[in-house]
């Protein structure tokens, strides 16, 4: 009598070979990832040999022999054809010398006389500059006039009173500021009517744009050799400056 009976899974596969078994292992390999990230080897270069710190060589003076301090080198001389740079306080080289709004303007005073400055950057917190006050602002007339006005003692006038806000300030892009001369300068704060003009960065429709520079009308009659002048007459400068620089 025949087996009907239909043949079972393990009844139709045949005998296991050691190829086959290769076959099984391969595949489960193959899929075994499947669903979930591959262990793939990271190759990383290999680093640089490290170079050691060599000490360098020090010497002391010969007998009798002495050291003497550097004498500090003279404020660059320019000319008008000089690089505008040359006569720019560039902000990323020296610190920025500022003052608070509250702040009086005897306190600016002293902060200016202590820094050996004439103007002072106006800030609020974060380095928002909401001004600029000047020697001019502090020594001339407008304390006393405020005082007046206000009906308050000299010494309680503040530099938020007499400074010049940050929105009246004229300000030149340093891209072209790199390309300008020193009698570039002269030109553009003779059209103004200031003593100072902002040098700025950053692209001109942001809101905040960082204050890269300033330009000090005294600063340059310095550099271009001019006498140091006892009054504070901006008329006067500006006449010196473009008779020296034959503006």
């Given at each position: 009598m025949s087996n009907d009976r239909p043949a079972s899974?393990?009844?139709?596969?045949?005998?296991?070979?050691?190829?086959?078994?290769?076959?099984?292992r391969l595949v489960e390999r193959m899929f075994s990832g499947f669903?979930?990230?591959?262990?793939?080897?990271?190759v990383r270069p290999p680093r640089p040999p490290e170079r050691a710190y060599a000490p360098l060589?020090?010497?002391?003076a010969v007998s009798g022999g002495t050291y003497r301090l550097q004498v500090q080198q003279r404020v660059l001389r320019v000319q008008a054809e000089s690089p505008a740079t040359d006569v720019m306080?560039?902000?990323?080289?020296?610190?920025?010398?500022?003052?608070?709004?509250?702040?009086?303007?005897?306190?600016?005073?002293h902060t200016m006389v202590a820094q050996g400055v004439r103007a002072l950057f106006v800030v609020e917190s974060e380095n928002v500059v909401v001004g600029v006050i000047t020697s001019t602002d502090v020594l001339g007339e407008r304390p006393i006039l405020v005082a007046q006005q206000?009906?308050?003692?000299?010494?309680?006038?503040?530099?938020?009173?007499?400074?010049?806000?940050?929105?009246?300030?004229?300000?030149?892009d340093l891209d072209e500021v790199l390309r300008a001369r020193v009698g570039d300068i002269v030109a553009s704060l003779r059209l103004s009517g200031r003593?100072?003009?902002?040098?700025?960065?950053?692209?001109a429709a942001s809101p905040t744009r960082i204050v890269r520079g300033i330009f000090s009308l005294t600063q340059i009659?310095?550099?271009?050799?001019?006498?140091?002048?006892?009054?504070?007459?901006?008329?006067?400068?500006?006449?010196?400056?473009?008779?020296?620089?034959?503006?």
């Amino acid at each position: 009598m025949s087996n009907d009976r239909p043949a079972s899974r393990s009844d139709a596969m045949p005998p296991s070979s050691p190829e086959s078994g290769r076959t099984d292992r391969l595949v489960e390999r193959m899929f075994s990832g499947f669903g979930r990230s591959a262990d793939i080897p990271v190759v990383r270069p290999p680093r640089p040999p490290e170079r050691a710190y060599a000490p360098l060589h020090q010497s002391r003076a010969v007998s009798g022999g002495t050291y003497r301090l550097q004498v500090q080198q003279r404020v660059l001389r320019v000319q008008a054809e000089s690089p505008a740079t040359d006569v720019m306080t560039d902000l990323s080289r020296a610190a920025a010398v500022t003052t608070r709004p509250h702040a009086t303007v005897n306190e600016a005073r002293h902060t200016m006389v202590a820094q050996g400055v004439r103007a002072l950057f106006v800030v609020e917190s974060e380095n928002v500059v909401v001004g600029v006050i000047t020697s001019t602002d502090v020594l001339g007339e407008r304390p006393i006039l405020v005082a007046q006005q206000r009906s308050i003692r000299h010494d309680e006038v503040l530099v938020r009173h007499v400074m010049t806000p940050a929105e009246a300030l004229e300000a030149m892009d340093l891209d072209e500021v790199l390309r300008a001369r020193v009698g570039d300068i002269v030109a553009s704060l003779r059209l103004s009517g200031r003593q100072h003009a902002l040098v700025v960065e950053g692209e001109a429709a942001s809101p905040t744009r960082i204050v890269r520079g300033i330009f000090s009308l005294t600063q340059i009659a310095r550099q271009l050799g001019l006498p140091a002048q006892t009054s504070h007459d901006v008329a006067r400068t500006f006449a010196d400056i473009e008779a020296a620089i034959g503006g």
